[in-house]
């Protein structure tokens, strides 16, 4: 869809995404242990969004309405209704309609495509944050909660750790189809870690791997899979993080710029954006994105811009296979060719083609319900030069996000220009 009404992004901020393996995060091992507790659910929202509001200098009243994102507050915080617990944030949003959106780990995405809607609709300024908290439970419980992005009845069998099971099974079909190797596949893990420690708020911020722990299994590094079939297919390192985070932005027409007093050359502008669903436990090719490859191809027609034309990417990479699936979905490589990108070094923050600059979801981290808004953000703060240590060296003038919900079930992709 291509706006008819003209949509800025404003601005926004992110929460450090912590979980294990985050120097803040209190477990058994740290330190602080029942001395002081993390951050809660609505924690991580109202803290992104009073920095969301802090950052871009909006007062809460000139919010009109609010989307947010979050898949499972539910099961990991006994929490839904998570419209009303935003407008907790601030004494401003009262009355006002906010609403969750649910996509699993596309709820991000459809919170900021459905925000986009109502600025179509005569909507000025809006609202969109996501939050997400998965530490709460056993690493096992808590994959039986995020197994429920698939078709819970027909394919929660796969594995114990349902997710990771089906994403071994795209590992092993791409690489049995195109003859790509565990140890070219690395490069994308150690890309991820790298970025992430020239990043302030990410995850695995400290955390710091070389290109041989992530190119093969090891004590530090195993594999955990029961199913005796794709348990060669994966390993820790190929996987996003398991974090709690939160992240918020403002958006608005260019009449609620005026009203904010902002300039276009302020912001970031959304070209056009795409949303594809399809059927839960559908699956026809493990070698390819089909339904993201959907949303991507409607979003760059009607922006307007091929391939070639972006600048920089953030991608749904919750399994190291996906980036380079992504890049392919996105027309960027042909099939089975996607690591060439990655292996010349094209994808690197200095590259031609940057991707995931600040880690992705194996890096950053992975906060199921800010994930989409988070990729949004990253691009808006490249394109501002906002990035410090992990800045690209010129400012792109188009960047696009590729936000992704289950095994390729829900995909929203987007186009961003740089105003300024």
Not at 298 to 310: M, N, Q, T, W
Not at 311 to 322: K, T, Y
Request: proline content about 4%; hydrophobic content about 40%.
């Amino acid at each position: 869809m291509k706006p008819i009404r003209r949509v800025f992004v404003v601005g926004g901020a992110s929460t450090p995404f912590i979980g294990k393996g985050h120097p803040d995060f209190i477990w058994k091992g740290h330190a602080e242990f029942g001395k002081r507790e993390n951050p809660t659910l609505e924690g991580h929202l109202t803290a992104a969004i009073e920095a969301a509001l802090a950052a871009t200098g909006v007062a809460a009243a000139e919010v009109e309405r609010g989307y947010i994102g979050n898949f499972a507050g539910e099961c990991f915080s006994n929490q839904g209704h998570m419209g009303a617990m935003a407008v907790r944030a601030n004494p401003a949003f009262n009355r006002k309609p906010f609403y969750r959106l649910e996509a699993a780990c596309a709820s991000g995405g459809v919170a900021f495509t459905s925000a986009v809607d109502a600025l179509q609709a005569g909507v000025d300024v809006a609202l969109v944050a996501g939050a997400e908290v998965q530490t709460t439970v056993s690493p096992r419980e808590g994959a039986d909660f995020l197994a429920r992005a698939s078709h819970y009845a027909l394919e929660r069998g796969l594995d114990d750790f349902t997710f990771p099971a089906m994403f071994a099974r795209r590992w092993k079909a791409y690489s049995e189809a195109f003859g790509a190797t565990e140890a070219e596949l690395g490069h994308v893990s150690f890309k991820a870690y790298d970025n992430a420690s020239k990043n302030p708020l990410a995850h695995m911020k400290n955390s710091k791997r070389t290109l041989a722990w992530a190119q093969g299994a090891g004590d530090d590094n195993p594999r955990f899979l029961k199913n005796e079939s794709l348990r060669d297919f994966l390993k820790v390192s190929d996987c996003s993080q398991v974090s709690d985070g939160g992240s918020a932005m403002i958006i608005a027409t260019e009449a609620g710029l005026v009203r904010l007093g902002k300039r276009p050359s302020d912001c970031v502008e959304l070209l056009a954006y795409g949303v594809a669903t399809s059927p839960l436990a559908g699956v026809e090719d493990y070698t390819r994105l089909d339904n993201t490859a959907s949303a991507a191809s409607e979003a760059l027609r009607h922006a307007g811009i091929s391939p070639k034309d972006i600048g920089l990417l953030e991608v749904h990479d919750c399994f190291a296979i996906n980036e380079w699936l992504m890049l392919e979905a996105l027309g960027l490589a042909d099939r089975g060719q996607a690591k060439q990108l990655t292996l010349s070094g094209a994808t690197a923050i200095d590259g031609k083609l940057p991707v995931n600059t600040g880690g992705g979801l194996i890096g950053f981290g992975h906060p199921v319900g800010a994930t989409g808004v988070k990729q949004l953000l990253e691009v808006w703060r490249q394109m501002k030069g906002q990035c410090g240590a992990y800045q690209v060296p010129t400012l792109p003038n188009i960047g696009v996000t590729a936000n992704m919900g289950g095994d390729d079930r829900t995909s929203v992709a987007t186009v961003l220009k740089n105003v300024g």
